[in-house]
C-alpha cells in the first residue's frame, strides 16, 4: 500500500529539530498528528511549506485541521498578487518536478505555467523568435520540459519518435523509435503521427504511441528501459483516431488507458519495470469504458488517493491503491470524441467536450458519491482544452469562440469571437491567457480576467508546416510557457519565443 503524502511527510522529517519561533504547528485533521514548518504558499488544493532544514514540502490542505485552513487561506490572501501566482506545485510528482513542465499541461495537469514575470504586453510583430526547429516529424504532440531538455513525439518516414532537444537552442540531441506509424487505421485524414505528450519522471521518458506502444526510455541518451502494447498486452481497443492521452506518472505507477472487452480501462504499471499493479477491472467496454483521448489526473479527497478519468459517457473515480470503482458520474451528451483534461478543486471535478455536448461540475461527496451541481451547454470545448484562473474558466467553446465561464455555477461571464479567436487551444501564465488559433497559427495574449477580453499583442507563426497539405488537420499541439520561453508546434516546426524580455 503506497503511504499518503501527510504520512510521508511525517516519516521523512521525524526527530527534525523545530523551525524558528515564527514556525507554526500544523495538524492532520484525521489523525491529529503534527508537524512544525513555517508557511510558504497555498496553490489550489496545497499548502507549500519549510521545514527547519530548509527543505520544502507541499500537504494537501483538505487534511489539515480546519483551523490550519483558514490560516493558509488568510495567508495567500494576504500575499502580494507575484507571491499568489508562484505559490509552488501539488502534491506528487508535482512536487517533485519543481518548476519544470513534465507531463501533458504541466506538474499539475491544469495547463498553467509556473512562471512569473512575464509581458504583460508584445509589441507590434510578437516577441522574439529564439530559435526554430524543422525535424519534429508528423503530428500533435505537445512537450515535457525537464532539465533544460524538451521532449516531444513525432513520426518521421513511418517511424513515430521520442524526440529531445536542448530548450535554450533547439538543437537536437538524441531521437529514438517509439513504434511503427502504418499511418492508417486510426483515422488518418486529419494528420498521422503521435498525438499524445510524453511523460518525463525520474530520469526516464515515458511515452504512449497512436498505435498503442508504450515505451519508458532514459531521458538521458534514450535508451530503451521497457516497453508494451495496450493491444498486445492488455486487449485495449484502439480509439478512432488513435490513442492519445499523455501517460500519468504518480509516485512508482505509471497510469494509461487501454480500454477494450477485458475490462480494467485503466492500468497502473510499475515504472520502473513495466509490470502490472493493477487493472480497474469494474470499467468495461459493456459499460462504454473504452478509451478516449482525456488524460487522468490525481486527486486528493476524502482522505485518499484517487485517479479521474473521462470516458465518453462517463466520468469515473478509481482508488489508487487498487483501481477499485469509488465513484461514477454519467455524461450522457458525450458523442464522437471526449477529449478535454477534466479540472479538479475543492472536491469538485470539471469537466467539458465538443461534438455539443457542453460542461458540468460535479461535487464528490463524503462518501464518495458523485453529484452533478450543474450542467449546461455555455462550453463546448473540443480539443483545445480549458484552464481554471481565480474561479474562473476559460477556453474555446465551438461556435462562441473564447469565453469565459463561471466554476461554481456554469454561467458565461463573456465571450469573444473574431478572425483568431474562433477555435484553438489555451494555455495560462502569470495572470495572462495565451490563445492559439487552430487555423491561421496567431497567438494572443490577453489577460485572464472576468471583467472581459482584453488583447494584449498577438503575432503569426512565421511560416506555416507543408505536412497537413492534403489532410483535414490543423495546428492542435499546444503551447508551453516555460522559463520565459513560448513553445509553440506546427507538425515539424517548433517555434520558440521570448515572453520575459
Known sequence: MKARPFTLLLLLFLGISLSGADARTWTEA???????????????????????????VSIVLSRLSAADQEFAKTQAASAPPAARASSGVASGEAAAS?????????????????????????????????????????????????????????????EAMIICLDAESGEEIWAVSLGEDPEKGYNTGWGAGPRSAPSVSDGMVYALGMTGDLVCVSAEDGKKVWSKNLLDDFDGKTPSWGYSESPLVDGDKILVTPGGKRGGAI?????????????????????KDNAQYAGIIPIDVNGGRQYVQLFMNSLVGVSAEDGKLLWRSEWEPGRTAVIPTPIYRDGHVYITSGYGAGSKLVKIGPENTAEDVWDNKEMKNHHGGV??????????????????????????????????????????ADGMLYCFDENEGIMTLAEASPRGFEEKGSFKLPRETELREGTKGKIWAHPVVLHGKLYLRDQDLVFCYDVKG
Request: proline share 3%; net charge negative.
Open 30 to 56: 484525521a489523525s491529529g498528528r503534527q508537524i512544525e514548518a513555517d508557511f510558504l504558499a497555498l496553490q489550489d488544493d496545497s499548502v507549500k511549506l519549510r521545514m527547519s532544514d530548509g527543505r520544502e
Open 98 to 158: 519543481g518548476a519544470d513542465w513534465p507531463t501533458w499541461r504541466g506538474a499539475n495537469r491544469d495547463g498553467i505555467s509556473p512562471d512569473t514575470g512575464l509581458l504583460k504586453s508584445w509589441p507590434k510583430d510578437g516577441p522574439e523568435l529564439l530559435w526554430t526547429y524543422e525535424n519534429a516529424g508528423k503530428g500533435y504532440s505537445a512537450p515535457a520540459i525537464v532539465g533544460g531538455r524538451f521532449y516531444t513525439l513525432g513520426a518521421r518516414d513511418g
Open 267 to 287: 492500468v497502473a504499471l510499475d515504472k520502473k519495470t513495466g509490470k502490472t499493479i493493477w487493472h480497474a477491472e469494474e470499467l468495461t467496454e459493456k459499460d
Open 387 to 428: 484552464v481554471l484562473v481565480g474561479d474562473h474558466v476559460y477556453g474555446f467553446s465551438d461556435g462562441a469562440g473564447l469565453i469565459c465561464q463561471d466554476f461554481k455555477t456554469g454561467e458565461m461571464v463573456w465571450n469573444e469571437k473574431g478572425r483568431s479567436l474562433t477555435k484553438g487551444a489555451v494555455h495560462a
